[in-house]
């Protein structure tokens, strides 16, 4: 079946950097493009960016440009997600989406699992 | 930039009875419209996209409206299962860029 699954947990200090995968499974990678989206404890869902799978260009949102980086390994079906000069109100769980698959009757959407990055000094 | 208010913040109701949610776009959006749902410690899960239909499993009881800048999520009789978090959410032109509302809790009463 589809699948992502994400990496696990990370605590990191201010400043540091953080890189979570995201591998996929049971469908043509390049397919479908990844988002990655993010969640503050106690708080709603922050879209953070896209990369297209196929070609490997992005669209990142302006806050976070200069700090984050999205990439893709075809050809090991992983995408990946770098957040640089990290600070404490990056604290949140991480999670990678895929583009709806629209190919059925009705749409469906594929979520990783989660990756809680923790940044304390 | 497209900002999406949510309302109400939390709306308390009881199993059985019907649940409106709303969302409201800082300007006229596209039909592109979609609805999530969230479960604590679970990622959200897609309810509706285009303004109107229901993603795939997803029960009849969920349904889309609106246009322009207000759209509306309706669950016609409430299961125990949805008592949850609401996101709305909006995709804007290629390359796809994505807003999301800040979401409605909705709590047993």
């Given at each position: 079946q589809v699948q992502l699954v994400q990496s696990g947990p990370e605590m990191k200090r201010p400043g540091a950097s953080v890189k979570v995968s995201c591998k996929a499974s049971g469908y043509i990678f390049t397919s479908y493009g990844i988002s990655w989206v993010r969640q503050a404890p106690g708080q709603g869902l922050e879209w953070m960016g896209w990369i297209?799978?196929?070609?490997g260009n992005t669209n990142y949102v302006q806050r976070f440009q200069g700090r984050i980086t999205m990439t893709t390994d075809t050809s090991a079906n992983t995408a990946y997600m770098e957040l640089r000069r990290l600070r404490s109100d990056d604290t949140a769980v991480y999670y990678c989406a895929r583009d709806l698959?629209?190919?059925?009757p009705r749409c469906s959407d594929t979520w990783g699992q989660g990756t809680l990055v923790t940044v304390s000094s | 930039e497209i900002v999406l208010t949510q309302s109400p913040a939390t709306l308390y109701l009881s199993p059985g009875e019907r649940a409106t949610l709303s969302c409201r776009a800082s300007q006229s959006v596209t039909s592109y419209l979609a609805w999530y749902q969230q479960k604590a410690g679970q990622a959200p899960r897609l309810l509706i996209y285009d303004t109107l239909y229901r993603a795939?499993?997803?029960?009849?009881?969920f349904s889309g409206s609106g246009s322009g800048t207000d759209f509306t999520l309706t669950i016609s009789s409430l299961e125990p299962e949805d008592f949850a978090v609401y996101f709305c959410q909006h995709r804007g032109n290629w390359p796809p860029t994505y807003t999301f509302g800040q979401g409605t809790k909705l709590e047993i009463k």
């Open positions: 297209s799978t196929y070609s698959d629209c190919s059925t | 795939n499993g997803i029960p009849a009881r």
